[in-house]
Structures are given as C-alpha cells and as structure tokens.
C-alpha cells in the first residue's frame, strides 16, 4: 500500500497503528505530541500519518 514510504505515528502511538503501517509496507517514524496537538512541524517527506483523537463525539469529552 505504502510502497516502502514513512509513516508518521504520534509518539507514544498504540502498537496496532505500528503494525499496521508495517504490514502495509511503510516504516514508521514517531511524530511528537504537545499538550494539545500532533506536531506537524516535525513532518518531512512521509507518505501518510495516524494520529487518534483528543476529544470523542458528540459530547467532546476528553479522554485525559
């Protein structure tokens, strides 16, 4: 699927958004998380990248 791209995963990331990636075909690089989002300055040449959610719908409640 990736084609041997990179895939940027929030760090710390859940294990199943690694083994996804690798299983189709991209190596991972971790993207750091500030308070309150994904650091997207950090992002270079990566062919996608898996970030969760702060916030579930519809109450906008936070996890943390």
Not at 42 to 50: F, K, M, N, T
Not at 54 to 63: E, F, K, L, R
């Amino acid at each position: 699927m990736l084609g041997g791209g990179a895939v940027a995963v929030e760090a710390p990331g859940l294990p199943f958004h690694h083994g996804t990636a690798r299983r189709g075909g991209g190596s991972v690089v971790p993207m750091r998380v500030g308070e309150n989002r994904a650091c997207a300055r950090d992002l270079g040449e990566e062919r996608a990248v898996v970030v969760t959610p702060a916030h579930h719908h519809p109450t906008g409640a936070s996890p943390y």
